[in-house]
């Protein structure tokens, strides 16, 4: 079964400083997806970025960019620039790529980030 | 594009009464909807998964009778809370796929 994993509970930043989050899993498949999302003091979550798993190419999403390494089977989330708007929980989620119905998500437990003015 | 609109946002209700969380899809069509429960400073814990026409498929342990999921149309999805308990206060959120797995903003339900 896959399995995800976000081994920092909570992590804490100074304004305009990057911070990263780290995430791992574990999985048997060779093509996935794997996505960063936030959910800030309203809870709506809000998907900050996304990887395919089969694009060498890290994907970025204005100040986030991640750092995917497939063999290692990383995927970290770098914050740069961080603003008080990017205090969150954050959650990295890992999906199949051919789910057909079964395209649930596996989350990790998240990373509380506090931004620090 | 590709909102999800959820509601009640919060509701309080009787031990013993059953309540009902609407999700809908107001500009594409959900084919899939995914129902989640989360506990304060905690991960989303997947309740179900249902498809549109198709009888929701439940996660191990939670209980089909007590977490009613109807999801008749492309465009709504229901969750209701059946004979609802202290216990089952929390925070319930829908999310539709396809377009990137879209979130509700939520239902805070405490049962008192």
Same mark, same amino acid.
Not at chain 1, 54 to 76: D, G
Not at chain 2, 35 to 61: D, I, V
């Given at each position: ?26 999985? *048997? ?29 890290? #994907?970025?999403?204005?100040?986030? $960019? ?7 089977? *990383?995927?970290?989330?770098?914050? $740069?620039? *961080? ?9 990295? #989620? ?24 | ?8 946002? /919060? !509701? ?6 059953? !309540? ?14 995914? /129902? ?9 814990? +997947?309740?179900?998964?249902? @498809?549109?026409?198709?009888? %929701? ?10 977490? +009613?999921? @109807? ?9 209701? !809370? ?13 999310? %539709? %796929? ?13 049962? !008192?």
């Amino acid at each position: 079964a896959q399995t995800v994993t976000q081994s920092q509970p909570e992590m804490s930043v100074q304004e305009a400083e990057t911070v990263t989050l780290s995430c791992t899993y574990d999985t *048997s498949e060779s093509d996935y997806y794997l996505f960063w999302y936030k959910q800030p003091p309203s809870r709506q979550m809000i998907l900050v970025i996304r990887q395919e798993a089969y694009k060498q190419q890290n #994907a970025t999403e204005n100040r986030f $960019s991640v750092n995917f390494q497939k063999a290692a089977k *990383s995927f970290s989330l770098k914050i $740069s620039d *961080s603003q008080l708007g990017d205090a969150a929980m954050y959650f990295c #989620a890992y999906r199949r790529l051919n789910a057909g119905n079964n395209r649930k998500l596996i989350w990790g437990l998240g990373t509380s980030l506090a931004v620090n003015p | 594009g590709a909102v999800v609109s959820q509601h009640p946002s /919060w !509701v309080i209700c009787k031990s013993g009464t059953s !309540v009902k969380i609407e999700c809908r899809s107001l500009d594409f069509q959900a084919t899939t909807m995914f /129902w989640y429960r989360q506990f304060p400073k905690q991960s989303l814990m +997947l309740m179900a998964t249902s @498809n549109e026409g198709s009888k %929701a498929t439940y996660e191990q342990g939670v209980e089909k009778d007590k977490f +009613l999921i @109807n999801h008749a149309s492309l465009t709504l999805s229901t969750l209701t !809370v059946t004979s609802a308990h202290p216990e089952d206060s929390s925070f319930y959120i829908c999310s %539709a %796929a396809p377009y990137r797995y879209t979130f509700g903003s939520g239902t805070r339900l405490t049962v !008192v």
